[in-house]
């Protein structure tokens, strides 16, 4: 059976705005409307002051694009993709009383929910996961996303079951380094599905939206995306999840670390100074909210000229190592700044996938060697 379009938007016309005044249909809420089969993807713009609180927008869009002829599955996602939909900074959220007009048994969106309390959710276990690993950096530009990959890959290598999620929200990595695209399916309870790759589970925000559809999102937004990302997809039985962190310090990356269950963290930086002093603020971070650090990773580390062999240390060498001992926290490797490892991750064959027998990959393997046995330390010294 094809799903029509106006069927579904009629039945979304159901679902009062975020004010209840209105439906997300007509106030221009809904975009990016997607059908494949059986399944419907689409996105609900709403102000990002109230993103915290408009869940049950969410879900009652869900559950209204359900009841379209011909929709077995509905994905939804809340965006703030546009400032100019944004609340004006004083608007306050409501909690109206019910109204007679609202349709069928779809729960008005702000119905008798309460203000959420300030302070980081409590950290809960995400079932059938071994241990989380976050991979950050103080900052943007130091190859975190590529060490995350081959990292992750690596880890795979040695027989174990890992998936990765990119929580990078405003520049989602994976789909481009793992060649991997598509929206994700919704299984049985509506909880999706991730994508596979070279043997890994991968969710990102890259599969949700445009590759070069700005996400012009604030804190509440991106951490409920996080947590839909995390919690409500099927990873199954892992050994180990990777997250690969956004960068920097900011609201998103420390919710995150105070909320999510993380084994450990791995920092990423160059060797040069300018770098390692915001990866001194990552590192501290993770410190203040109790997150084992399990080790430094020194990214460009050096060059090696392929036509005559010569070494040059672009960003400097060292920088990392002695940061570490200098701090008292393991130094868990070098990666080279290497042309085949900057080209296979643009062609979407990471170089631990690409030349598993080659040098680089076998830098990336003993890397995945020290974290593992990291997490076990850690694992022992918790009592695990």
Known sequence: MTIEAEKVLAQLRRVKGPELSGNVVDLGLVSDLLIEGDKVTFSVTVPAPLAAQLEPLRAAAEKAARAAEGVARAIVTLTAAQEAREAPADTKPVRPAPTSDQAGDLPPPMLGRAPRQAGPAPKAPVPGIGAIVAVASGKGGVGKSTTSVNLALALAAQG???????????????????????????????????????????????????????????????????????????????????????????DAQLTM????????????????????????????????????????????????????????????????????????????????????????????????????????????????????????????????
């Open 160 to 250: 174990l079951r890992i998936g990765i999620l990119d929580a990078d929200i405003y520049g989602p990595s994976m789909p481009r380094l793992l060649r991997i695209s598509g929206r994700p399916d919704a299984g049985e309870g509506n909880i999706i599905e991730p994508l596979e790759a070279y043997g890994l589970k991968v969710m990102s925000m890259g599969f949700m939206v445009d590759e070069e559809e700005p996400m012009i999102w604030r804190g509440p937004m991106v951490m409920q995306a996080l947590t839909q990302m995390l919690r409500e997809v099927n990873w199954g039985t892992l050994d180990v999840l990777i997250v690969d962190m956004p960068p920097g310090t900011g």
């Open 257 to 384: 670390a105070q909320s999510v269950p993380l084994a450990g963290a791995v920092i990423v930086s160059t060797p040069q100074d300018l770098a390692l002093i915001d990866a001194r603020k990552g590192l501290n971070m993770f410190r203040r909210v109790e997150v084992p650090i399990l080790g430094l990773i020194e990214n460009m580390s050096t060059f090696i000229c392929p036509d005559c062999g010569s070494r040059h240390d672009i960003f400097g060498h060292g920088g990392a190592r002695d940061e570490a001992a200098r701090i008292g926290v393991p130094f868990l490797g070098e990666v080279p700044l290497e042309i085949t490892i900057r080209s296979h991750s643009d062609d979407g064959t990471p170089i631990v996938i690409a030349a598993p027998d080659g040098p680089q990959a076998a830098i990336y393997r003993d890397i995945a060697a020290r974290v593992w046995d990291r997490l076990g330390q850690e694992a022992r010294m918790a009592g695990g």
